[in-house]
């Protein structure tokens, strides 16, 4: 079809999940190419194989920056579905 005329902007898009075998609301951002998890999320669910390197990452709009403490594997588990994915921790995220 033809591309829209107007700029949509749709609502995030939740769902609730296991992360790591504990249920926790999850934030699907279609237009990210990184995933990031609030450390008191994860430390919710007794998660230690944190490697804990501070990093910036440089946002969309070229010049601001986000900082995460390290990244770590998690385990999402959904509908019958299970997958692993690399993640940011961060001490907080802007949709809270």
Do not use: W
């Not at 005329?5 to 609301?25: G, Y």
């Not at 990184?34 to 944190?50: D, G, M, R």
């Not at 490697?51 to 999402?76: P, V």
Request: aromatic share 8%; glycine share 6%; proline share 3%.
């Amino acid at each position: 079809g033809d591309a829209p005329t107007r700029l949509l902007n749709p609502s995030p898009i939740f769902i609730l999940a296991k992360v790591n075998q504990v249920i926790t609301k999850i934030m699907f951002d279609t237009g990210s190419a990184k995933s990031f998890i609030k450390k008191s999320i994860l430390e919710q669910t007794n998660h230690v194989n944190t490697q804990f390197k501070q990093q910036s990452y440089l946002m969309a709009d070229g010049s601001s920056t986000f900082n995460i403490l390290g990244t770590t594997e998690i385990f999402i588990e959904f509908e019958k579905s299970c997958t692993s994915i690399i993640a940011g921790v961060v001490d907080a995220l802007c949709v809270d």
